[in-house]
T-cell receptor, first 113, second 115 residues
Framework: KQEVTQIPAALSVPEGENLVLNCSFT??????LQWFRQDPGKGLTSLLL?????REQTSGRLNASLDKSSGRSTLYIAASQPGDSATYLCAVRGGNYGQNFVFGPGTRLSVLP | GAGVSQSPSNKVTEKGKDVELRCDPISGHTALYWYRQSLGQGLEFLIY????????KSGLPSDRFSAERTGGSVSTLTIQRTQQEDSAVYLCASRLPGTSELEQYFGPGTRLTVT
């Protein structure tokens, strides 16, 4: 059974810092991995998706990497801003081409002005 | 156009009652997902619909949970004989056919409280 963990559970940084969020999964037979952002009281926003054959994806100040063999992904946020404050979730989709996503518990990020 | 909408936004029900949660996807989005987010379990996938294909029900936690999608648009998630552990926020998402999961648009959720 796939299990996804995220470290740290919470992170507080001053504005302008670069930071890394970590995601680990136990079964490397994944189809893809996705990073989401969730703001309090709101739904999720998809940020980045990495296919199992890819190593990284970039969108603006965000860069996500994937090391499938070691079961790890990182989300790098450059020059953090207070507007980046949210909970960041990673999710893996199994390699059986189903739509069953397994989510991590999330990292709650606070960027202080 | 309008985004994904869900109703009700909040639902309080007594243990043992049945509840129905509704999701109105974005027009033209043939793919539709249901998830739930609870304090104890985090975010969990429940069910996926794509057009006229058989739904992927692999995430439904028990046979008390069912979902249908009428006319390829509106979806209803039904929970029978609710239990306290069913208390959670139920999220719906939709996307256009042929797009990746990156293009999921999420609704605001329905907060279900079972007393």
């Amino acid at each position: 059974k796939q299990e996804v963990t995220q470290i740290p559970a919470a992170l507080s940084v001053p504005e302008g810092e670069n930071l890394v969020l970590n995601c680990s999964f136990t079964d490397s037979a994944i189809y893809n991995l996705q990073w989401f952002r969730q703001d309090p009281g709101k739904g999720l926003t998809s940020l980045l998706l990495i296919q199992s054959s890819q190593r990284e994806q970039t969108s603006g100040r965000l860069n996500a990497s994937l090391d499938k063999s070691s079961g790890r992904s990182t989300l790098y946020i450059a020059a953090s801003q207070p507007g980046d404050s949210a909970t960041y979730l990673c999710a893996v989709r199994g390699g059986n081409y189903g739509q069953n996503f397994v989510f991590g518990p999330g990292t709650r990020l606070s960027v202080l002005p | 156009g309008a985004g994904v909408s869900q109703s009700p936004s909040n639902k309080v029900t007594e243990k043992g009652k049945d509840v129905e949660l509704r999701c109105d996807p974005i027009s033209g989005h043939t793919a539709l997902y249901w998830y739930r987010q609870s304090l104890g379990q985090g975010l969990e996938f429940l069910i996926y619909f794509q057009g006229n294909s058989a739904p992927d029900k692999s995430g439904l936690p028990s046979d008390r949970f069912s979902a249908e999608r009428t006319g390829g648009s509106v979806s209803t998630l039904t929970i029978q004989r609710t239990q306290q552990e069913d208390s959670a926020v139920y999220l719906c998402a939709s996307r256009l056919p042929g797009t990746s999961e990156l293009e999921q648009y999420f609704g605001p959720g329905t907060r279900l409280t079972v007393t």
